[in-house]
C-alpha cells in the first residue's frame, strides 16, 4: 500500500496559480501511474489528470491548456501545476496512486488515496 501526503493547496484569485504537490511513500512509485481528482460541494468527483509510469499523461477537458501534471521519480513525487485557476476549479483535490490504471477516464479499484487539500479561487 502506498501512503500519500499532499500539500499546496489554498486560497487564490482569478487568473492565478497554484501547484500541488503529493510525497508517497514506498520504493514502488516508479511503476504506479499517479494523478488527481477533485470534488466540488455537490458534484461528482471527477479525474482531473493522470501520468502514468512511463510519463504519458491524460486530462479533463475542463483544465486542458491550464493544468500540468509532471512526476519526480527520483523523490516520489507527484505534481499538479494549475494556471490560469477558474472559481470553478474550486474543490477538495485528492491525489492518486494506482498500479492499474488503464490510462482512460477512471482508476481502477486499487489504488491509494491521499487525505486531499482544499482549493479556493476566489476574488
Known amino acids: 500500500q502506498v501512503q500519500l501526503v499532499e500539500s499546496g493547496g489554498g486560497l487564490v484569485q482569478p487568473g492565478g496559480s497554484l501547484r500541488l504537490s503529493c510525497a508517497a511513500s514506498g520504493s514502488i512509485f516508479s511503476i504506479y501511474a499517479m494523478g488527481w481528482d477533485r470534488q466540488a460541494p455537490g458534484k461528482q468527483r471527477e479525474l482531473v489528470a493522470a501520468?502514468?509510469?512511463?510519463?504519458?499523461?491524460n486530462y479533463a477537458d475542463s483544465v486542458k491548456g491550464r493544468f500540468t501534471i509532471s512526476r519526480d521519480n527520483a523523490k516520489n513525487t507527484v505534481y499538479l501545476q494549475m494556471n490560469s485557476l477558474k472559481p470553478e476549479d474550486t474543490a477538495v483535490y485528492y491525489c492518486n496512486a494506482d498500479p492499474y490504471y488503464s490510462g482512460s477516464y477512471e482508476w481502477s479499484p486499487f489504488g491509494s488515496w491521499g487525505q486531499g487539500t482544499q482549493v479556493t479561487v476566489s476574488s
Open positions: 501520468i502514468t509510469s512511463g510519463g504519458s499523461t
